[in-house]
């Protein structure tokens, strides 16, 4: 006979949290927004050290430039700038080469030239460390050189001459912390106040939930211009304000669960054994709503980004030279016809971010709740 016994510890179960990955994963469209989230995420928060660039540099010389990938300045392009430096040092630009980087230009004039004329070539951005390399005996021709600052703009530059595509950057790092520190906080306060109300019950649970209505009655926008008046502009208190109106449905859905919960058979085991209500609140209701407040979480931090957008978009949210996603497709908006490029890309950025989430929390929907499949 054949030895069907089957020794302990081979056959292994899986965990729900396991089940609810496996069936994560499974998703396409969840996995395709975790990817896009962590490709925005790096290139938001990695990408601003491999850019030789800051957000608040100007270039004077490019103002409103178009996104390419070709070095600018080209060739053409120095030859005119030489002439004109040429012209503000009043000499002659006899002759001009640009090579591997280095420029040399020969300059003369009718009387002998101030070596200090070369200060004019290093106070334009497209050169640097220029020097003199050679003087007629008569001081009237002089060789200068120098190096050739060319830089690239893939994302073009804005109207006051910046990278666009550090900004977007920049504006990916506040959106994303902002959407993320935001719903941290609503997720902290709503949960342990939803919670407490619903198990708690009775009167408190019906002073506790008009508090709730009253702070909901607000005009969201009559909230923030008030603080703004008093504490000025600044991403503090972008993250306060937001934060301190997203808790207030995260706190009536978690006491929706709770209300549901504190029937269970687990809650009477645990009132039985002489646990107090914050114990059992930490211990058994708390934990038994995760599920749908992740979900929510992936619901509140898109909204949480749409609404700094929507604050910056006003003139309320972060001041220059910081910017947001919804600066910039603030600017972009102003400029749309000029500049087509200082909408398209934040713009792209920003609506990628928000179907991902959204994928994200479908995902997490399914896998948390199957029944619901």
């Known amino acids: 006979m054949t030895d069907i016994s089957v020794q302990a510890g081979e056959i292994t179960g899986r965990s729900l949290t396991q089940l609810a990955m496996m069936r994560f994963k499974r998703n396409k469209a969840a996995m395709a927004g975790c990817f896009m989230l962590l490709f925005i995420a790096l290139f938001s928060y990695v990408g601003p050290f491999f850019v030789p660039h800051t957000y608040d540099q100007v270039f004077s010389s490019y103002v409103t430039v178009p996104p390419s990938l070709t070095p600018r300045p080209d060739p053409q392009s120095l030859q005119d700038v030489a002439e004109g430096i040429a012209k503000r040092a009043r000499v002659n630009l006899d002759s001009f080469e640009v090579e591997s980087g280095t420029y040399t230009a020969v300059i003369s004039s009718q009387r002998a030239i101030d070596p200090r004329a070369i200060r004019y070539f290093d106070r334009n951005n497209e050169f640097q460390n220029t020097e003199v390399v050679e003087t007629s005996e008569d001081g009237r021709s002089m060789t200068v050189s120098g190096q050739v600052d060319q830089v690239t703009f893939p994302f073009g530059t804005d109207t006051n001459g910046r990278d666009l595509l550090v900004r ?37 649970d019906n002073v506790m939930m008009r508090f709730v209505e009253i702070l909901y009655s607000l005009p969201f926008v009559f909230l923030v211009v008030v603080l703004v008046v008093f504490f000025g502009r600044s991403v503090v208190l972008i993250f306060v304000v937001i934060g301190a109106v997203q808790w207030l449905e995260m706190a009536r859905i978690v006491r929706g669960q709770t209300l549901s919960l504190k029937r269970r058979e687990f ?107």
């Open 168 to 204: 977007v950057m920049l504006g990916g790092q506040i959106s994303i912390a902002v959407g993320l520190a935001a719903s941290l906080v609503s997720l902290g306060i709503g949960v342990i106040y939803g919670a407490t109300s619903g198990y708690l019950g009775g009167r408190i």
């Open 267 to 373: 809650v009477g085991a645990a009132e039985a054994l002489g646990l107090t209500d914050w114990q059992i609140i930490r211990r058994h209701i708390i934990p038994n709503t995760i599920g749908p407040v992740i979900v929510f979480v992936t619901v509140v931090v898109p909204q949480v980004i749409l609404t700094e957008s929507f604050l910056s978009f006003l003139g309320l949210g972060v001041q220059a030279p910081l910017a947001s996603w919804g600066t910039l497709i603030s600017e972009g908006a102003a400029n749309m016809q000029s500049a087509p490029w200082l909408l398209i890309f934040p713009s792209i950025f920003f609506v990628a971010t928000l179907f991902s989430l959204n994928f994200v929390g479908d995902g997490l929907r399914d896998a948390l709740d199957p029944k619901d499949r």
